[in-house]
């Protein structure tokens, strides 16, 4: 088992023949994900990577059967894009591009939750399931197949994490990186329940940083809803406040969304919070033997 | 990005915001000029940076006739000004604003933000004007209206009225007044892709009517593609120029005050990175983010910013390579070996996408002072080791 995604998801890319969609394309195909065509304006009918491409993602999805959109679009197109797949009925779309306007993931988050369409992302690696299913830009070959789910803002983080993790002998069911935007799809609270009932997933790995309150949302629904053992990292506890650090999302706003914050409310919900990203492989171990 | 006061007034205006009249100067002799044309009877004189807490720092100041006006611009324009938003090294005031004096009767605060929890424009307002406005939520929240607006419906009269009734206005006329400002607010907000807007204070005339004395205005960077005229109003003079040089090889760099130079690929990780830092009881000089698309030159550039900085007394290189080709990063190094004259130890990390051909590319480059550390735990622990001289 995993959560969201799995070698039988029928995955499509929005950006298909474009240069980045190209490449990333390719490298999840190689991975082993069911990718069954594409979508670029007036290109449809050619074929590419081996599969369909489609002028419109409704046309994309009629003839494919896909649930799951990987979105590679240039920024100014992300909206538009998001609200597409939505209305062409896909499920999740799996957001990877950086540097969306604010405004329109608003407004493009509003319509695919009117939609029923999850959204992961923007400015995020993707999702993984370990060695079935990689939607996203994460190397492949870190993310042995395992019992622990990981949840990340960051994407070389998801790599640290997860490669860690690995070192110490354990594996990854699915791995997320929701992304460091200040809007989002899916973040810890969504996720956070998938993994509690996901009957593989025997430990939780989440990665946050400064910025926003979602850590602290988090806090809440783990004390009441998660069962299972969460090891956290919080990144930024020594960025200066008021400076966007790298992530759009990442700013402390006067006394509002520090590292500390959010570390004391994940201990006080019970998560074991680590200093540095370099001791999350030797937390889980010691959670788990 | 964000903009001078002066530049917010300019937009306001276009939106039919009201706002006093003024004219923006770079010289004392303009700024006696501007004042004439003004008109009086007293004019404000303004330091424009972009930094809240002016007022209190002496950068605004009343003048009652023009030898004031001409005598107040002398003290400002030149000086560095300090307030708790500038740092203790203050900022360089090179800019004027002499604006027209307004009949005050009474200050309020009006913002518009994005609330990141609702996901969408948050309308902010108190009768608290003139004060920080974060200490107004920390011990009287109560006299804070938030109103969120969701831009699929646009400014509603509801709105307009939970805004009115929120701020106790009883008057009619006034009522209709604050609508109307906060409405055309909004307008602008939405249209130019503003990511805040703070109005500290928002001044009731003896007339009822309100203007706003103060304007600070954040813009959404990703959207400054579609938005050229905002785009046109950036001062670079205002921002850090380590910042704008690194910006222009896509680096994300932010300077910090410590002594172990920083190059990591992605935010997360350098956050991260120079947290490790820290708990191993070293300093972090600074955040540098290489990205996605570093190669052989961007690491050089990385290198020579790091290096500008006298305080550096380690740089820690810690790649994780996704993306990112530790084979590219390792050739990187030993570029900007070449360019510049790395003069203290570099402790390398690379893990990921051929980190293996790094190594190897690193091994054979035979670069005194390199160090390699073979996880985030033992580079980071081998910088703090290197900084202190051990």
């Known amino acids: ?22 490449f990333h394309a390719e490298q999840c195909i190689d991975y082993g994900t069911n990718i069954v065509g594409g979508v670029t ?31 590679f679009v240039p920024p100014a197109f992300v909206g538009d894009a998001v609200m597409e797949a939505a209305e062409a009925g896909i499920e999740l779309a799996v957001i990877i591009t950086e540097g969306a306007p604010v405004k329109d993931m608003q407004a493009a988050k509003a319509h695919a939750t009117k939609h029923g369409m999850m959204t992961i992302g923007p400015n995020c690696p993707g999702v993984i399931t370990a060695e079935e299913c990689k939607i996203g830009i994460m190397p492949g070959m870190i993310f042995k197949k395992g019992n622990i789910g990981l949840i990340s803002k960051s994407g070389t983080l998801t790599y640290e994490g997860a490669n860690q993790v690995c070192n110490e002998g354990y594996g990854i069911t699915t ?3 929701i992304g460091g935007d200040p809007i989002i799809g899916l973040s810890y609270n969504q996720i956070l329940p998938m993994f509690e009932a996901d009957p593989d997933t025997e430990c939780i790995v989440m990665i946050g940083e400064i910025g926003g309150d979602l850590e602290i949302q988090a806090a809440k629904l783990i004390k009441e809803q998660i069962t299972k053992p969460v090891v956290a990292f919080i990144a930024g506890q020594t960025a200066p406040k008021g400076k966007t650090m790298g992530h759009a999302g990442a700013i402390v706003s006067g ?33 788990l033997s | 990005m964000n903009i001078h006061e002066y530049q917010a007034k300019q937009i306001f205006a276009k939106y039919d915001v009201p706002v006093p009249k003024g004219i923006m100067v770079e010289s004392v002799k303009d700024a006696v000029i501007a004042a004439q044309e003004l008109g009086g009877p007293v004019w404000v004189v303004k330091a424009q940076i972009h930094a809240g807490g002016r007022g209190l720092g002496g950068g605004v100041k ?40 307004a009949d005050i009767q009474s200050e309020l605060y009006l913002s518009v933000v994005l609330d990141r929890k609702l996901e969408m424009p948050l309308i902010m ?35 307009g009225r939970e805004l009115a009734f929120g701020l106790g206005i009883t008057d009619k006329a006034e009522q209709k007044n604050i609508i109307t400002f906060a409405q055309k607010l909004f307008k602008l907000y939405m249209e130019l892709d503003a990511e805040m807007i703070e109005i500290n204070p928002l001044v009731k005339t003896g007339k009822g009517e309100f203007i706003a004395l103060d304007g600070k205005m954040g813009f959404d960077n990703s959207a400054l593609g579609r938005q050229p005229e905002i785009a046109a109003m950036r001062d670079l003079t205002e921002e850090d120029p380590d910042e704008v040089e690194a910006a222009k090889y896509g680096l994300s760099y932010v300077a910090l005050d410590g002594e172990i130079g920083c190059m990591v690929n992605g935010a997360g990780l350098a956050m991260g990175t120079m947290d490790t830092i820290n708990h191993m009881g070293g300093t972090p000089a600074n955040f540098l ?35 990112v080709r ?65």
């Open chain 1, 1 to 22: 088992m995993s959560i969201l995604v799995n070698k039988d998801t029928k995955v499509i890319v929005q950006g298909f023949t474009g240069k980045e969609g190209s």
């Open chain 1, 41 to 71: 304006p007036n290109k449809g009918g050619q074929t590419h990577l081996g599969q369909p491409v489609f002028n419109t993602v409704a046309e994309a999805v009629k003839a494919t059967g896909a649930t799951v959109s990987m979105i």
């Open chain 1, 175 to 177: 791995a997320v990186g």
């Open chain 1, 255 to 287: 006394s509002a969304g520090t590292a500390k914050e959010k570390m004391e409310a994940l201990e006080a919900a019970g998560v074991k919070v680590v200093v540095s990203p370099a001791e999350i492989g030797k937390a889980v171990k010691e959670l």
């Open chain 2, 62 to 101: 009343l003048a009652k006739n023009l030898d004031e006006v001409e005598a107040l611009a002398n003290e400002i324009l030149g000086m560095t000004l300090v307030t708790h938003q500038t740092g203790p090294e203050g900022k360089l005031v090179q800019k004027l604003y002499i604006e027209d004096g």
């Open chain 2, 125 to 159: 307002a108190s009768t608290e004007g003139g004060m920080n406005i974060e200490d107004v939520a920390e011990n009287t929240p109560e006299l804070i209206v938030t109103v969120p607006v969701d831009p699929a419906i646009g400014f509603q009269g509801f709105h």
């Open chain 2, 289 to 323: 983010d290489v990205g996605g698309s570093a190669n052989a030159e961007t690491v050089a550039k990385g290198f020579e910013i790091i290096l500008k900085n006298p305080n550096v007394k380690a740089i820690f290189v810690n790649i994780f390579g996704g993306i």
């Open chain 2, 326 to 390: 530790c084979d590219r990063i390792a050739n990187g190094i030993i570029e900007a070996t070449k360019i510049t004259d790395v003069n203290v130890p570099v402790i390398v990390r690379l893990d990921g996408t051929n980190a293996p051909e790094a190594a190897e590319i690193l091994k054979n480059a035979n670069i005194a002072n390199l160090i390699v550390g073979d996880d985030l735990g033992d580079g980071a622990a081998k910088a703090v080791a290197a900084a202190k001289g051990n």
